[in-house]
Every structure is written in C-alpha cells, then in structure tokens.
C-alpha cells in the first residue's frame, strides 16, 4: 500500500475506537501486556534511535525524519508527493482532542505519522517492530494513556525505568 493509504487506514481505524468505554477494565491482563508491549518497543526504538531521554512518548517519525511541524511541506517532504493536506491531519486532530486527553491524542497522531512512513527504507533499516501497533489495539479496547507522576494510570505501569522494558518477553496482539 501506499502511504497515503496506509495513513488513511490508519485515521479511520482511530475514529472507529469506542473511546471512554464505560465497561472497559484496565485490570485485565491483556491490557498490562498491550501497555508493557508498547513500551518494550518504544525502549527498543529509543536505544535504537538515541531518543532514551524522552521515553516512553516517542515520535519516532520525528526521530527518524527529524523534528519538524505537521504542515503539508513537511508533510509532502517526508511522504513523498502524495497529497496529505493539513486539513485531513487537522481533522483526525480535533476529532482526538473532542475525545480523548493530550497524551492518547499525541500517541495516536504519531500513529498517523508513522502509518505514512513505516515502509519506507529509512524505517525498515531499523528491523524494529511496530511501536504504535499494541497502544492502538489497547485504545481499541477501550483503553487509553493517562500518565500520573511515575505510573501509567488506569494500568499502573511504572514507567521510571525505561531501560528494563526492552528486557521484557514480547506479546503480539
């Protein structure tokens, strides 16, 4: 698939999440493990990329591509020449933040992102897996980020120690 597919696969995979499922339990063992997954992976993508300082919230698009503003130069510059205009980012973006908080909206447009760019041979190089593939599952679930000092909430994760989670045992959604 092309990228512009795969980004527009990606924003209507988000906005058919249930976000604030009422019956949605944050106890349940799958979801520790789709939380712990994703945060295996993005100590994996840290180390991999030198971003460990900013684990576990990773743009690795940003990473890879450099940091730069969402705008449709940008945009075209890191996609190619496909026509991702502002506006189809600007609307998955006020769709998130009608729905959920600043921590879910941010992971989930770096979804959207990486969605464009993870064929790419600058990315395959790496030969690292998915890192926004058991956070989306997750959030299609039900669940979604809340951080509170140390912990992931909801799940109560610690997340201090980034440097232990690439030790973890892989689970695939």
Known sequence: MDSENEINKAIQRLKQVKWFNDSYDYNQETCKLLVREWLRRMALWGKALNADQKWPFISIV?????????????????????????????????F??????????????????????????????????????PLIVFFELGGWLRKEQKFLDGVMIDIDNWKEYDLLEPFYP
């Open 96 to 133: 998130l933040q009608e729905r959920v908080n600043i921590y879910t909206t941010i992971a989930s447009l770096w979804y959207v992102r990486w969605s464009g760019v993870k064929n790419q041979r600058e990315v395959t190089q790496f030969n690292l897996p998915d890192p926004y593939e």
């Open 62 to 94: 940003d990473e890879i591509f450099g940091e730069q503003e969402i705008s449709e130069p940008v945009i075209i510059e890191i996609f190619g020449e496909q026509e991702i205009s502002e506006s189809v980012l600007a609307e998955i973006t006020v």
